[in-house]
């Protein structure tokens, strides 16, 4: 299973490094990207689909902390509405601690009964994220 695993990584690693020209362009703006060929939503699907095979078989190796180690900078950043890494790299500590602790004690007072664990929390938190970011334009 490691073998596979390594597979799906070292393809969604691959798939990125062929996207990044494109990736540069884009951050000049969508239209930008568009004059100059690119199909913005072809794209973004390329993009979500080497996001998915890396953050899916990083969290599959390390398990939930590792998906909580990938979200918690964009919720951070969401929350906090700015680029600068002063703010962001403590805010991710505490976005991650207060995501890692919220579902213990559900988990302490219905213990058997199935409840949502931590990659859960942030797995919602980040499709939250990921809703209401406005297109660029």
Known sequence: ???????????????????????????????????????????????????????????????PIAFIGITMPHIARGLFQTPNHRIILPASMLCGAITAICPQPTEERLPNVQVMKSFSVSGLLMLCRILTIAPAK
């Open 1 to 63: 299973t490691y073998r596979r695993k390594a597979t799906v990584i070292i393809s969604g690693i691959f798939l990125a490094l062929l996207l990044q020209k494109q990736l540069n362009v884009l951050l000049l703006g969508r239209n930008y990207a568009s004059g100059l060929g690119i199909s913005v939503t072809q794209l973004r699907l390329w993009i979500i689909l080497a996001t998915a095979l890396l953050a899916g078989t990083s969290t599959a190796f390390t398990g």
